[in-house]
């Protein structure tokens, strides 16, 4: 992610990037693993934190968004998939087993 890139480039941990941009260390972890995102201000002010700068770029090839049929198309194969895997028994072992590797 480009906000990890940043801070890793500029030698700052979460908690140093955190202080320089008045909130904490788990925001900033947040952001970088992707389980919350910045608004672009928040980002572009993240990155100046850095010595870094938000930039756009023209696409070399067109974003295709994909049409409402085609999102209902991969749900429902998504959701066949769950149902099939929640149907399969499941027997569990009291010891993990490995398959053996080749030797060369």
Do not use: C, F, W
């Amino acid at each position: 992610m480009a906000l990890r890139d940043a801070r890793r480039d500029a030698g700052l941990s979460q908690r140093e990037l955190a202080e320089r941009v008045g909130t904490s260390q788990a925001t900033i972890s947040a952001y970088e693993n992707g389980s919350k995102q910045p608004s672009v201000a928040t980002l572009s002010r993240l990155l100046a934190a850095t010595g870094a700068r938000l930039t756009v770029t023209r696409a070399s090839q067109p974003v295709v968004e994909p049409s409402p049929r085609e999102l209902k198309r991969t749900a429902r194969a998504l959701r066949d998939v769950l149902d099939l895997a929640g149907a399969l028994p499941v027997r569990h072992r009291r010891q993990l087993g490995y398959p053996r590797l080749a030797q060369r």
